[in-house]
């Protein structure tokens, strides 16, 4: 196995990108349009190329689970939570739809793809937690060479049930635990987005509804982080602002976002325009997942001990801003190269000791 080394791909899903050539033989009037804008602009996004895939034609366990009758409303999310579980192609679609200011140009459309597995990590019953981790395999450029397979631990998503509280972020990498009254959060997940690192990214609380041919979870508006997508190329605006949805249906789910382009801290600094992206999970057979399972069963552990330090540090701190790096290295570079130490995992008090050290060492309280 190789683990990728994230300083090789910090744009993440950009490494296993096949980007498409525009058409520049199309009729001049179609940049009018804002879906087919990709048609004449050159899309933002990687040049590498994996290998095929092959899509599941079988419909999973998990679809035939969640169409059981007789299912109680809580027992019919957790099913819906469930069916995001497997193994997939990815695909990741972003695209400015307009500027508030009309002289500005739109910024050019992302896309990207990747292949990845989807693991439930934990279930607590009104709790669980699904790991997202990559496996990439790449076409050598001008000969059919294989390479990889290259695997990289992903973000990771939790739904807690009815909470009490909400980590919300708040700009400027500082997030703030925020109450929630029984009133608001009653019949509603909290969905909890993590970075590759299992630090605090983004949450939103949502409601499922189902459908005989798919079921949907949609958030309330939320912040969230610009991704390096666009923090590697953008510095005008500070937040994404806006709402998300999940669509589960028999053979793929989708992860939908439309936000705004928060110019400051709070909404009435204005947006610059609006985004929509399209994330899509398709089930795919046959591929070699293998070295992804191998990389977790060794590193689950120290995993595990990075959740349960963060757990602890988020309830003593009801507020907290994130350091980009500290002596010259990113959180996730620490944690990727102790992960993996059979040093370091051979001694689990001195781990946690030295997890907890690490992750503080990077915080801040306002």
């Known amino acids: 196995m190789k683990f990728i080394s994230f300083l ?4 993440m ?12 033989n199309k009729n001049k009037t179609a940049k009018a349009w804002t879906f087919t804008r990709g048609e004449l602009t ?10 095929p895939v092959t899509f599941d034609t079988k419909i999973p366990n998990s679809w035939n689970r969640l169409q059981e009758k007789g299912l109680s409303t809580f027992e019919k999310d957790r099913r819906a939570i469930y069916a995001l579980e497997g193994e997939f192609k990815t695909s990741f679609e972003f695209l400015e739809t307009f500027n508030i200011d009309p002289s500005k140009k739109l910024d050019r459309p992302y896309l990207s793809w990747a292949t990845e597995m989807v693991n439930v990590i934990e279930d607590r019953n009104d709790f669980i937690s699904l790991q997202h981790i990559m496996v990439m395999y790449y076409k050598q450029k001008g000969s059919n060479k294989v390479i ?5 631990k992903h973000w990771r998503q939790d739904w807690t049930w009815q909470p009490s509280s909400q980590l919300s972020y708040q700009g400027l990498k500082t997030w703030k635990t925020e109450p929630l009254k029984t009133s608001t959060s009653q019949g509603h997940w909290l969905w909890e987005v993590y970075q590759v690192d299992d630090s605090p990214r983004y949450s939103g609380l949502g409601q499922w509804e189902h459908f005989a041919s798919a079921s949907t979870f949609n958030t309330k508006r939320m912040n969230r982080p610009l991704p390096r997508r666009e923090f590697s190329v953008r510095k005008d605006y500070k937040i994404l602002t806006g709402h998300e949805s999940l669509v589960v249906t028999p053979k793929a789910w989708y992860h939908e976002q439309k936000s705004f382009k928060q110019i400051g801290l709070s909404p009435r600094s204005g947006f610059l325009g609006r985004e929509l992206g399209h994330n899509s999970y398709k089930r795919i057979t046959q591929f070699d997942f293998s070295e992804g399972h191998k990389y977790w069963n060794k590193t689950k552990d120290y995993w595990a001990e990075v959740r349960s330090v963060w757990r602890e540090i988020q309830n003593k701190n009801p507020s907290f801003t994130l350091k980009g790096k500290v002596n010259g290295k990113a959180l996730y570079e620490y944690h990727f190269e102790q992960a993996e130490s059979d040093i370091i995992n051979k001694k689990p008090s001195e781990r946690r000791k030295l997890i907890y050290q690490t992750i503080t060492s990077f915080i801040t309280n306002p």
Do not use: H, W
């Not at 090789?8 to 744009?11: G, M, Q």
């Not at 296993?16 to 058409?23: E, V, Y």
């Not at 990889?148 to 990289?152: D, H, L, N, T």
């Open 42 to 51: 050159q899309p933002r996004g990687g040049t590498s190329t994996g290998t």
């Open 13 to 24: 899903t950009v490494a296993c990108a096949a980007t498409p050539k525009a058409n520049t």
């Open 148 to 152: 990889g397979p290259m695997v990289m």
């Open 8 to 11: 090789s791909i910090l744009t």
